[in-house]
């Protein structure tokens, strides 16, 4: 279907409609932003003499609502420069501006009636072609549509959003019986190419897919919880990381939401499914009754399942609340046996058969619960779904779960699953027993690269529909070109070698290092090029910090210089190669993975990476690069006279107060992604444009650059000017006596050192100047006593 987005009109600025405002702007669309006007003026409008006739008056409710959207935290927009493409209005005098829009997003308060008088009035005005779609979660969509033109019902579907929008991935598509199809196929393919979803195709049952299994599997934990009489501390503990979900695990993720969100949900539910036969799941427990009626919200309200409170001494501690007596507890530590026996499993499916085989209390939890979601989600096709696939993407996009109810299934195995729920009096469909008995015995297998998945009607294997051209790592096994115990070189087609690693926390130890110079070894002898990146949760926590430590306890200062040195000689490969390097991070991508990213020929970061050099906080300096490179791009940017006064000065700030950039477009304002760095909306796309880009350079003519040997740098009278900078930051009391040394320490390679003139010098001067500065760090007390509080307690140390 031929048709662009440019201008999205959205109607109603709360919570949602406000961030959905900002994530249009996110992706470049103009969009204008709509609320109703008031009917009262407030004291101030009236102390200044205002009217309700008044333009600042009429966009009240509106301005207000976007400027707390917009000092919200996690931000909902990438970068402040995008706040100028929402335009804010309101509907008496501004709703006829929506026949200029593309794309109509109806976002006013849950009410059918409400709402069938909104599209009244933007029938009126909209022009016959424009989408418009609801983001309702708790009215049928065919509903709304009734009484509307054929026009209006042929472009009207449901896109349904999860909070906040920026950062959850879920983008549920319900169309109605007079949905165009073509109008279904566009809006899966524009959530997932330019909104970078995972589109959803749902059925318009009550709330559709990911609220249904994702509430009922949360309500069926705490379910579970009674059973076996766990407290809330064990169940965030064995339902968080441990089994592929969030630190928030299940009763933190309420309180951030908020309570009433959920009791809203499972209400609704509760009342619209009299035929679902786990309908009393979605009943309250009457502890969550009762945290309701005493308007214990969660973060919103100040208390919920947690509670913040002062100690003795004045110091903040989290109680946590018990169900049975709803009084406050000082925070319990939980610990099972179980889970004691996975510590040393790093891949969630083989974590997962050991936690359900557990023979303590942790294991008949796990059982329990899981039973239940097989058995319901397997009775949800085809009610909510035709394909099982949507029900797992639906739950992971919308919860944040690493796995689906079928991925899990599988991991644990189906056939002896089955006979252990039929043991527990849990059976599931009859379908899942029709695939078994055909040979079938999972959900979905990898053939030729591609994952597919088990079509129940067909009773076969098909492609997953819109992800044909996917790159998946994990499905490629049978390409691997070279690996070690930590890190591997993958075959992607087309003469493109991608290097991966898998090392905890996606940390560079020798072994990745060692993997990444045989990528760029085997790339230049038989490859067009080469993609840097992996699809875990983060890009790279940076170096390995324990073994940095242990050196330096050890004072084995000539081994650190080794390590440094061999990183700096790694990354320097990676821009000075002879075929193209593309740099694909993702997520936290700290110290060394941003001085890999900063050194690619081009980065191709996806739009949530939260980049920074971080090493100050350590009590070091970025020594694999990083204050090198940013010393060269303010070097080249006065080189080309576009550089400001203070460029310099920004850059050295970056590095000494371990700024993290909260986005893609954040990183490329503050100079670590250039002008020719690319941006891709949506993760799962990143190593198929990453590859895309490197075969661009190639077919272009690449030619390996030249190392550069006119940095500008400014020696000694540079470095005045940063020591009193510094110096009166320390006056001020704003830095300690050791982040002054640190600063100073930065201020001198960037500087160039003891340089008598300004002059210009080479990489490898500044690289050398770099690494001594690292290695005379590792040797100060200060700096190893702020390495051993991140490595035994995660938390930075001011001393």
């Given amino acids: 279907m031929n048709r662009s987005i440019k201008k999205v009109a959205v ?7 406000s961030a959905i405002a900002c994530h249009f702007a996110n992706i470049g669309c103009q969009v204008l932003l709509m609320d109703i006007a008031p ?14 006739d008044n333009k600042l008056v009429k966009n009240r409710i509106v301005a207000s609502s976007f400027d707390r959207s917009i000092k919200s935290s996690p931000g909902p927009i990438y970068s402040k420069r995008f706040v100028s493409r929402v335009s804010l209005g309101n509907f008496d005098d501004d709703l006829a501006k929506i026949k200029n829009y593309d794309w109509i997003i109806e976002v006013v308060v849950e009410n059918l009636d409400i709402k069938k008088k909104v599209y009244e009035q933007v029938e009126k005005h909209r022009t016959p072609g424009t989408l418009v779609t609801s983001n309702t979660s708790g009215i ?24 906040p929008p920026r950062y959850l991935k879920l983008f549920e598509v319900i169309p109605t019986p007079h949905t165009d199809p073509e109008i279904t196929k566009f809006l899966l ?9 995972t589109s959803v195709l749902c059925k318009d049952t009550p709330a559709f897919i990911g ?14 919880m009674r059973k076996y009489e766990l407290n809330v501390d064990e169940i965030d503990k064995l339902t968080g990381p441990v089994i592929g979900r969030p630190k928030s695990a299940t009763f933190r993720t309420s309180d951030l939401v908020g309570l009433d969100t959920l009791v809203k949900v499972a209400n609704n539910l509760y009342a619209g499914l ?13 502890a969550v009754a009762k945290l309701e009626k005493n308007n214990w919200l969660g973060d919103k309200t100040g208390q919920g399942f947690y509670k913040k409170s002062k100690d003795a001494s004045g110091k903040t501690e989290i109680l946590t609340l018990d169900l049975n007596t709803l009084e406050y507890k000082t925070k319990a530590k939980a610990k099972f046996a179980t889970l004691e026996t996975t510590k040393t499993i790093d891949n969630l499916k083989d974590r997962f058969k050991v936690l359900l085989a557990g023979k303590d209390k942790a294991g008949d939890f796990y059982r329990d619960s899981f039973f239940g979601l097989f058995q319901y989600a397997s009775n949800r096709i085809p009610e909510i779904s035709d394909e099982l696939f949507r029900i797992d993407d639906a739950v992971c996009a919308g919860f944040g779960w690493e796995l689906g109810p079928f991925e899990t299934w599988d991991a644990v195995g189906v056939e002896k699953t089955v006979q252990a729920m039929e043991a527990a009096g849990v059976k599931p469909n009859q379908w899942v027993y029709d695939m078994l008995a055909g040979g079938n015995k999972t959900f979905y297998k990898v053939e030729g690269g591609e994952r597919k998945y088990y079509d129940i009607p067909a009773k076969s294997y098909k492609s997953i529909p819109g992800r044909e051209g996917f790159i998946i790592l994990e499905n490629l096994g049978d390409k691997t070109v070279w690996k070690n115990a930590d890190s591997k070189i993958t075959d992607i087609g087309d003469g493109v070698y991608n290097f991966s690693w898998s090392s905890k926390s996606y940390t560079l130890g020798s072994s990745v290092i060692e993997g990444m110079n045989k990528a760029i070894e085997l790339s ?9 990146g992996h699809q875990g949760s983060d890009f790279s926590l940076g170096a390995n910090l324990g073994l940095v430590f242990m050196y330096a306890i050890d004072q084995d200062y000539d081994e650190i210089d080794f390590m440094v040195r061999a990183f700096q000689n790694s990354v320097m490969r990676l821009r000075y190669s002879s075929v193209p390097v593309v740099v694909a991070p993702q997520g936290r991508t700290l110290g060394g993975g941003c001085e890999m990213t900063m050194h690619a020929d081009v980065a191709l970061a996806a739009a949530e990476t939260y980049i920074g050099l971080v090493e100050v906080g350590v009590g070091l300096i970025p020594g694999g690069g990083g204050t090198k490179e940013f010393t060269k791009r303010v070097s080249d940017r006065m080189q080309e006279g576009d550089a400001e006064l203070n460029a310099l000065q920004n850059a050295f700030m970056n590095i000494a107060t371990a700024k993290v950039a909260l986005s893609a477009e954040d990183a490329r304002d503050m100079g670590i992604l250039r002008p020719q760095d690319r941006i891709t909306i949506n993760k799962d796309r990143q190593i198929l444009d990453a590859k895309a880009a ?3 350079l190639a077919d272009a003519g690449y030619t390996m650059p030249v190392q550069a040997n006119n940095i500008k740098v400014q020696g000694r009278a540079g470095l005045a000017l940063f020591a009193a900078g510094v110096n009166g930051m320390k006056m001020g009391r704003y830095i300690s006596e050791h982040d002054m040394k640190i600063a100073m320490k930065i201020a001198n390679v960037m500087c160039g050192g003891d340089l008598t003139s300004p002059q210009e010098v080479s990489e490898q001067y500044l690289l050398d100047l770099e690494r001594e500065a690292f290695v005379s760090l590792c040797g100060e007390k200060k700096t190893l006593e702020r390495i051993q509080s991140i490595l035994t307690g995660g938390k930075p140390l001011r001393n």
């Fill in 11 to 17: 109607l109603g600025s709360g919570v949602m409609g």
């Fill in 39 to 52: 009917k009262e003026l407030t004291e101030e409008e009236k102390a200044k003499g205002l009217t309700l």
């Fill in 140 to 163: 049928p969509i065919h509903l709304m549509a009734e009484g509307r033109s054929e026009d209006f019902k042929k472009h009207f579907a449901g896109t349904h959003f999860f909070n």
């Fill in 189 to 197: 393919h524009y959530g997932d190419l330019y909104l970078g979803k």
């Fill in 211 to 224: 609220n249904r299994v994702g509430v009922w599997s949360l309500l069926k934990v705490i379910d579970s």
């Fill in 274 to 286: 009299p035929n679902d036969e786990g309908r009393e799941m979605f009943k309250l427990p009457e």
């Fill in 524 to 532: 230049e002898k038989q490859a067009r090029g080469l993609v840097v």
């Fill in 694 to 696: 490197v075969i661009e």
